[in-house]
């Protein structure tokens, strides 16, 4: 079974950085594709980052590429998501995703929700200006 569980988001300052978390449960992390995925209200979810099994290979979303780094520890079953330069526009609800299909790797530069089975239940980032 699989569990993902955020952790990580406070309220920052605009300009300030932020590491986000997420602990992973279930059996062959290493084969899975991961990603990170954020929610402003009243807006849809937008995948933001995302990263291949091995973790070589990643692709960002235009508006947070520079600033966001995705990284992943398969040893520890864990993701990561380093946030710099914060802008008020990154304040989200972010979640961690989980997407353990055959060929995930084709899927990871759409930034789509597609082949992402597993959701966490978030974490609140908030940038106040």
């Known amino acids: 079974q699989v569990q993902l569980v955020e952790s990580g988001g406070r309220s920052v300052q605009a300009g300030g950085s932020l590491r986000l978390s997420c602990a992973a449960s279930?059996?062959?992390?290493?084969?899975?594709?991961m990603g990170w995925f954020r929610q402003a209200p009243g807006e849809e979810r937008a995948g933001i980052a995302t990263?291949?099994?091995?973790?070589?290979?990643?692709y960002y979303a235009d508006s947070v590429k520079g600033r966001f780094t995705v990284s992943r520890d398969n040893a520890n079953k864990a993701l990561y998501l380093q946030m710099n330069s914060l802008k008020p526009e990154d304040t989200a609800t972010y979640y961690c995703?989980?997407?353990?299909?055959?060929?995930?790797?084709?899927?990871?530069?759409?930034?789509?929700?597609?082949?992402?089975?597993?959701w966490g239940q978030g974490t609140q980032v908030t940038v106040s200006s």
């Open positions: 995703v989980a997407d353990k299909g055959s060929r995930c790797d084709l899927r990871l530069s759409r930034l789509s929700t597609s082949g992402y089975s597993y």
């Open positions: 279930g059996e062959n992390y290493n084969k899975w594709c």
């Open positions: 990263i291949s099994s091995g973790g070589d290979v990643t």
